[in-house]
């Protein structure tokens, strides 16, 4: 171990769902509790034994994610979080969130974990509308969802997040504005709006695969929604969430004032971060470490998992797709204090000739996509490539 300190956020990856969503392509499967128990166990024993290259001092922030970890019982998750607070020296205002799905959970388990130390939840919700939420295979309808959300107010949460996903097959305008209505009625304190991804190996591949590369072709999809109405329909989501008083600071994350996701943002400004379980990845200082998916083997062996210092092309790329994600941009500054080069030495002509064509704006410090980059993110950020 190195001598150098560092804080560092933890994510716990929980591969477990009670089933597969249509267009789910993240680690996680159905599993019996004895799997999840010995998973647990290997959990504990990585979270107890690994070797980091610089020692973690002080963890600011949690975040323990899925699959759904609220499929684990509470005494499960209690071993878990038990085992990272006598590891680690976790800060005593953390951020500790957990992600929840409706019908995993109830008002008794919600209390326990509460008392377990989780002070964030964030809850799948998807939409308000029935038939998309079947659409998309999810196993709760928006019924079950309000008592979830009831249930976590009484059980003392006061920092919540909805996660929904828009530019669904056959959704338009008005269903996503009924959904977003719904959603800030509620009032969360945090909402990720994600537009759909059709990922390979997924059930949405296999229906809506071809569509997609109609679109990508730049033709008119039949199921999905054409490029022009996905842009609408951002664009609407961050109308309507900031007439209800959240401000946008990525480009799918919304909170009302106070209420930032602190773990996300290590990761978007490129903070380090130590991550457990399978698939889990992890920055500390300039070293990548990415556990493998083996399920098999991390019960029986341990994380089987590659360490690579980043080259300084690697790290100057990754601030400035990183960074660019949010709604203030990079700082300058802070893009040479980490890196030690001048920002103009690398990005001037870049900079000049994205401000030219209205995509990034430039103040003395920072630098971010307009309103217009923002809707070609993807474009912009390529360009960043060295
Ligand atoms: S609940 Fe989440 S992680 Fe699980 S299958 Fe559905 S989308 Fe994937």
Not at 5 to 23: D, E, Q, R, T, W
Not at 118 to 126: K, T
Request: include cysteine; aromatic fraction near 10%; hydrophobic fraction near 35%.
């Amino acid at each position: 171990m190195g001598t150098k300190k560092l804080n560092a956020g933890i994510y716990i990856h929980i591969p477990f769902c009670v089933k597969k969503c249509a267009y789910c392509d993240f680690p996680s499967f159905p599993a019996n509790e004895e799997m999840k128990h010995r998973y647990v166990s290997a959990l504990i024993y990585e979270i107890e034994h690994r070797r980091w290259p610089y020692e973690i001092e002080n963890i600011p922030t949690i975040f323990i994610g899925g699959g759904t970890p609220s499929s684990l019982s509470v005494d499960e998750l209690g071993r878990l979080i038990r085992a990272v607070k006598r590891t680690y020296h976790v800060l005593p205002n953390a951020e500790f969130t957990m992600e929840v799905n409706p019908k995993t959970v109830d008002k008794e388990k919600l209390i326990a974990i509460r008392q377990l130390g989780v002070n964030r939840l964030s809850i799948g919700l998807q939409s308000t509308i029935d038939e998309e939420l079947r659409l998309l295979g999810r196993i709760h309808s928006f019924e079950d969802f309000l008592k979830t959300y009831d249930d976590a107010r009484e059980a003392g949460f006061t920092n919540i997040n909805f996660d929904i996903i828009y530019a669904l097959p056959g959704q338009g305008l008005l269903s996503l504005e009924k959904t977003l209505r719904r959603v800030t009625e509620l009032r969360p304190e945090h909402i990720s709006a994600y537009s759909l991804i059709i990922e390979e190996g997924t059930r949405f591949y296999t229906l809506y695969g071809d569509d997609e590369k109609r679109r990508q072709k730049g033709e008119r999809p039949i199921a999905l929604p054409t490029e022009e109405t996905e842009r609408a329909m951002d664009r609407l989501t961050k109308e309507i969430l900031e007439e209800a008083g959240y401000h946008r600071y990525e480009i799918s994350n919304y909170a009302r004032d106070g209420f930032e996701c602190e773990h996300n943002k290590v990761y978007w400004t490129r903070g380090s971060y130590i991550g457990f379980g399978i698939s889990a990845a992890s920055l500390i200082g300039d070293i990548r470490c990415n556990n493998g998916l083996d399920m098999a083997r991390y019960i029986e062996h341990g994380p089987d998992f590659e360490e690579h210092m980043l080259t300084r092309k690697e790290e100057v790329e990754e601030f400035m797709f990183l960074g660019l994600r949010m709604d203030r941009g990079i700082s300058k500054k802070k893009f040479e204090k980490d890196l030690n080069i001048p920002y103009n030495d690398v990005y001037r002509e870049t900079t000049d000739a994205l401000i030219r064509d209205g995509l990034i704006e430039e103040d003395d410090d920072y630098i971010r996509l307009t309103e217009h980059g923002r809707d070609i993110s993807n474009h912009v950020l390529a360009e960043f490539l060295i």
